[in-house]
């Protein structure tokens, strides 16, 4: 087993005994800065403004969609080390269910502990059906606001009652980390204490045959998706999960894109009547 294989084994293995893991000195500096700056533009851009409600953080800047709001954004959801653990925990044909910034102003108080797939109408505790990426474009500090979690909860046989206080722990990590959670995790943005802004991306991750958070195919207008790398493409949605799932007429999307089906769909490997 080679180095790579054996650390995004070791990941894909934390999560599943403890619902997290965190890689460290994941992000280069070249790209972190790059990544802060596009954000600080885009906020000057778009005029964007804190968030309205108390789950959304009204000290909090989000911007969502981020593929569609500069190149600068693609490389976050291609990490390679990420993939790796990614794709070990959920599926090789996983999708990116969103990708958004969460800066935390100071001010910020505390999310209220809750897990990301609650909605899905699938009992507890499960396999792995989303995967959280939080990238650190700042420390992760507890005074700042470092995501808080409960370790092991994503085993827990329900998700936490709405405005329900539970002992959590700081996932406090220096700037460049990646904390890498399984959505079952229960889990909220700390309160910021601080003078600074915490900084960061989060980069969400779903097996192949669920529906994405965010509809990428109507997000991202077709004259970028047709720029995009191929492997960022199929995460955004232009593939077919299994050979059957997603097809236009029998046609994988990534043709639509001027790209070719690598694998043949599911009847065209079925047995034929003679």
């Known amino acids: 087993m080679t180095a790579p294989d054996a650390d995004a084994d070791a990941h894909a293995n ?30 000057t851009d778009a005029g964007a403004g804190f968030a309205k409600t108390r789950f959304e953080g009204t000290r909090t800047v989000r911007i ?7 190149e600068a954004f693609w490389p976050v959801p291609l990490h390679p080390r990420v993939l790796a653990v990614a ?3 959920l599926d090789p044909e996983l999708l990116l269910s969103s ?31 989303a995967l959280n990426a939080m990238w650190a474009l700042s420390d992760f500090t507890e005074a700042n606001g470092a995501t808080r979690i409960v370790p092991g909860s994503h085993r ?25 959670f399984d959505s079952a995790l229960w ?15 989060a980069c969400y991750y779903c097996v192949g045959w669920m529906r994405q958070q965010e509809n990428q195919l109507l997000g991202v207008p077709g004259e970028l998706a047709r720029r995009m790398p191929r492997r960022l493409q199929q995460l955004c949605g232009w593939s077919v999960w ?16 001027g790209g070719e089906r690598e694998r ?9 009547k003679p």
């Open 264 to 272: 043949p769909m599911i009847w065209d490997d079925a047995p034929r």
């Open 64 to 70: 969502y969609n981020l593929l569609a709001r500069g």
């Open 99 to 129: 990708l958004s910034a969460i800066t935390l102003a100071p001010g910020q108080d505390a999310q209220p502990l809750h897990e990301d797939t609650q909605r899905i109408p699938l009992p507890r505790p499960r396999a792995p059906i």
């Open 156 to 180: 827990f046989d329900a998700p936490p009652r709405y405005g329900a206080e539970h002992p959590t722990v700081a996932a406090e990590m220096p700037a460049g980390s990646i904390l890498l």
């Open 187 to 201: 889990h909220a943005g700390g309160a910021n204490r601080t003078e600074a802004r915490r900084w960061a991306i």
């Open 242 to 257: 299994q050979g059957q799932y997603g097809h236009v007429d029998n046609h994988d999307p990534i043709e639509f894109l």
């Open 87 to 89: 794709e070990r925990v």
């Open 14 to 43: 934390a999560i599943r005994e403890h619902g997290f893991t965190v890689l460290h000195d994941a992000i280069p500096a070249p790209l972190r800065h790059a990544l802060r700056e596009a954000l600080e533009q885009l906020e």
